[in-house]
């Protein structure tokens, strides 16, 4: 079943918001957001290239754009941009965008960064965590950071580069910190499959997209 059939050229950072029953996408080289809910349907062109989001409130988003993270205002009048930024995100850096993004089970947010050349920009991405105001880079040299998700108890993050084929995880701590190094969860090269996004179910279950191959 087809939920939208808005086109988008890069469908990125699906995201339900229970307090408004409504679905959120991004279309990344568009500089799109999508929302569809039982009631409405609306989009926004956005000034610069964004790919995820987390829920702040019934009102508010917190939006990861190529230079920043932003607090959007879903009921702001039309032409407002991406609303206020809460702190950069490699904005010195014009080569670099925004990709995969989720919040954690503590209230933190991840989000990854790589070039736009995609493959061709090898290494220059990161992986990063806000969390109560703090920016930290936690993996660096990635290259297309994918697969962010966490366990139902929080005590695990798994994410992926998907060039590398390989699917980490890597335990947390309290506050939602790596507590140790990442180690392999999945390993797809003998398949030929890239890994992209990805969820973990309530049961555990992690459930992931393949780039190029139609699959979940």
């Known amino acids: 079943?087809?939920?939208?059939?808005?086109?988008?050229?890069?469908?990125?950072?699906?995201?339900?918001?229970?307090?408004r029953q409504a679905l959120f996408w991004f279309d990344i080289l568009n500089r799109r957001l999508h929302m569809k809910g039982a009631a409405e349907r609306r989009d926004w062109h956005l000034p610069e290239?964004?790919?995820?989001?987390?829920?702040?409130?019934?009102?508010?988003?917190?939006?990861?754009?190529?230079?920043?993270?932003?607090?959007?205002?879903?009921?702001?009048?039309?032409g407002r941009?991406?609303?206020?930024?809460?702190?950069?995100?490699?904005?010195?850096?014009?080569?670099?965008?925004?990709?995969?993004?989720?919040?954690?089970r503590q209230g933190?947010?991840?989000?990854?960064?790589?070039?736009?050349r995609g493959g061709a920009d090898v290494g220059r991405g990161a992986i990063w965590r806000f969390y109560r105001g703090e920016l930290r880079k936690l993996f660096p040299a990635i290259t297309i950071p994918n697969s962010i998700c966490f366990a139902?108890?929080?005590?695990?993050?798994?994410?992926?580069?998907t060039v590398t084929q390989?699917?980490?995880?890597?335990a947390l701590d309290a506050d939602g910190w790596p507590a140790g190094e990442p180690e392999t969860f999945l390993d797809l090269r003998d398949e030929g499959l890239y890994p992209d996004g990805a969820v973990v179910a309530a049961d555990g279950t992690v459930w992931n997209a393949q780039w190029g191959a139609g699959r979940v």
């Open 49 to 78: 290239i964004a790919s995820a989001a987390g829920i702040m409130s019934s009102r508010h988003l917190l939006v990861a754009s190529e230079s920043g993270l932003w607090r959007f205002d879903i009921d702001a009048p039309p």
């Open 81 to 104: 941009g991406l609303g206020e930024r809460l702190i950069e995100l490699e904005a010195a850096d014009p080569g670099t965008r925004s990709n995969d993004g989720r919040a954690d």
């Open 152 to 161: 139902p108890d929080g005590r695990t993050a798994y994410f992926s580069d």
């Open 108 to 116: 933190g947010f991840w989000i990854g960064t790589m070039g736009k």
């Open 166 to 170: 390989i699917i980490r995880r890597v």
């Open 1 to 19: 079943m087809i939920f939208d059939d808005a086109p988008c050229e890069l469908g990125e950072g699906a995201l339900w918001h229970p307090e």
